[in-house]
C-alpha cells in the first residue's frame, strides 16, 4: 500500500474539471468533491508525500473556487430580494438610473444609432410633410437632329457596320464598356439600337451571366 501513487490522475482529474467548470459544462456548485480528498486520504504516505503536495494544493484551490462560488449565489439571492423590494417602492428612473452607475467600464455608442442621431431622425423624418405637386406640359422644341430610325434603310445599315467596326477591337468586353467614351445621351441611345441590331444578325454574341459581349 506504502507504494501507491495516484497524484497523477487525481491532477489530471482536477484539470479536467476545471476545464469543465469554465466552459459552463459542469456547475461547481452541485459537484461533489469529496471523492477527490478521499483518494488523497486512501493513498497518501510517507513514501509519496512530496509528489500529493500538488494534488492537495490543486484540490484545495477546487474547494475555494467552490466556496467562492456559493458565496456569490447567497450574495446574489440576497441583492435579487433587496432589488425587488426597492422596485416595489415604485422608485424614480433617476434612482433606478443611479444603481446602475458603473455597471459599464465604459460608454459605447454607434454613430448610426446615437441619441443625436434619433433626435435628427425623429425631427428630419417623422413630421408630416405637404408637397404641392405641380403638372407642367412639355413644351415640343424642333431639332436638327434626324432620327436614326427616319433614315433610309441601306444608310442605317452603313451606320451599323461603321459602329461595328468601331468596337470590334474591344470584344470581348462588359456590355457598358461600349458606350464608355460617349458622354452624349442621344448618341448612347443610338450606339445601343445599332448594337441590338448587330445582336439580332448575329455579328455580336451576349453572354448575360457575365455580361460580355463577343464576336
Known amino acids: 500500500m506504502e507504494n501507491l501513487d495516484f497524484s497523477e490522475e487525481i491532477n489530471k482529474k482536477i484539470d479536467i474539471i476545471k476545464d469543465d467548470v469554465l466552459s459552463g459544462k459542469i456547475n461547481l ?33 477546487l474547494l475555494n473556487r467552490k466556496f467562492e462560488e456559493l458565496r456569490n449565489l447567497l450574495s446574489s439571492l440576497d441583492i435579487e430580494k433587496k432589488f425587488m423590494d ?12 443611479e444603481i446602475f452607475n458603473g455597471c459599464w467600464n465604459y460608454n459605447f455608442e454607434l454613430e448610426a444609432l446615437s441619441l443625436n442621431f434619433l433626435e435628427y431622425a425623429s425631427s428630419r423624418f417623422c413630421k408630416e410633410k405637404i408637397v404641392d405637386l405641380t403638372i407642367e406640359h412639355l413644351n415640343r422644341e424642333r431639332s436638327d437632329y434626324q432620327f ?38 442621344l448618341m448612347i ?8 441590331h448587330l445582336l439580332q444578325l448575329g455579328k455580336i454574341k451576349y453572354q448575360k451571366e457575365t455580361n460580355t459581349l463577343y464576336v
Do not use: G, H
Not at 426597492?86 to 438610473?97: D, G, N, Q, R, V
Open 29 to 61: 456548485l452541485e459537484l461533489e468533491l469529496n471523492p477527490i480528498f478521499l483518494d488523497i486520504k486512501d493513498s497518501l504516505s510517507i513514501f509519496n508525500i512530496e509528489n500529493y503536495s500538488q494534488s492537495y494544493i490543486n484540490a484545495c484551490e
Open 86 to 97: 426597492f422596485l416595489k417602492e415604485s422608485p424614480a428612473e433617476e434612482e433606478i438610473i
Open 148 to 185: 436614326l430610325l427616319e433614315i433610309p434603310r441601306l444608310m442605317f445599315m452603313e451606320k451599323v457596320n461603321t459602329f461595328f467596326n468601331k468596337i470590334r477591337n474591344k470584344l470581348p468586353c462588359y456590355f457598358e464598356d461600349v458606350f464608355e467614351n460617349e458622354i452624349e445621351q
Open 189 to 196: 441611345y443610338e450606339q445601343f439600337v445599332y448594337l441590338l
